[in-house]
């Protein structure tokens, strides 16, 4: 299995997984264009994906996933509420491409068993992702308000999870942003900050997860540095550092390819 954050944050997300005989994207929030650079960066061709998986319809996440779709005959797969709520700027989608899953329910892909679970997030209807194949398994879990224990349970033994550390709630509630985009980011249908993704970890350690790269972090509300340095101090409050491998993805280019 090779995974790799594309980009991640704000302003676009974008991750590429490879594992039992597909090669797929989880969203594709930036153009086009600029998708084809980041993978061409971990030497990746866009020929031949075999589908675009979405999060949510939120911009930042499906911007890219038109011009995607039509320019490289790519099915794309969203619950049925996130298709319903698309936003029209993203063009037409041939009807061959556009398929529907039942959220909280396997799929496969080749031999990729794909779970979407449900998270909470204002959207229509949000996912997060686990992948399994041939012993692996791999979790993306950003764009979350909190996180409830049937998460936890549906991320536990990943070796891999891509999770949000959103923001720092120091740097958001004195900042610039209007206080009700404020509110909607704190609420528990909004993002996860530096302190509770630390917390998530704490808890998933003890679900056999020990390695973790931090994504969808704000441009305005937070750094890598900082998201890094609070994730850090709460594992190592709870004495579980030196057992917790944690890196944070890049806002604007993959941060590795990680093989599992
Ligand atoms: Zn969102
Ligand atoms: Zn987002």
């Known amino acids: ?78 619950a049925a509420e996130c298709w319903e709520h698309m936003p029209a700027s993203i063009g037409e989608i041939a009807q061959k491409n556009i398929r529907v899953f039942e959220p909280d329910r396997d799929f496969y892909l080749q031999q990729l068993c794909v779970h979407p679970f449900t998270t909470p997030h204002d959207a229509a209807h949000a996912v997060g992702y686990t992948f399994v194949h041939d012993g692996k398994k791999l979790s993306i879990m950003t764009d979350i308000g909190h996180v409830s224990s049937r998460m936890l349970d549906a991320v536990a033994n990943s070796d891999l999870i891509l999770l949000e550390a959103n923001h720092d709630v120091d740097m958001l509630k004195p900042g610039s942003y209007p206080y009700p985009l404020k509110m909607r980011i704190l ?74």
């Open 187 to 260: 609420s528990s249908n909004g993002h996860l900050c530096n302190e509770d993704a630390g917390l998530v970890l704490q808890k998933l350690h003890g679900r056999g997860v020990k390695n973790a790269i931090l994504g969808h972090l704000s441009e305005e509300n937070n750094t890598p540095e900082l998201a890094l340095v609070t994730v850090q101090s709460v594992l190592e409050e709870a004495g579980l550092l030196s057992s917790m491998f944690v890196t944070v993805a890049d806002r604007f280019r993959p941060c590795g390819l990680f093989e599992l």
């Open 1 to 78: 299995m090779l995974f790799s954050p594309l980009c991640s944050g704000s302003s676009g997300n974008a991750s590429y997984l490879e594992a039992g005989g597909v090669r797929l994207l989880v969203d594709a929030g930036v153009t086009a264009k600029r998708l084809l650079e980041l993978m061409d960066m971990i030497d990746i061709s866009p020929a031949g994906l075999d589908a675009i998986l979405v999060t949510h319809e939120h911009s930042d996440h499906v911007s890219g996933i038109g011009v995607l779709s039509r320019k490289y005959d790519v099915p794309v797969y969203a």
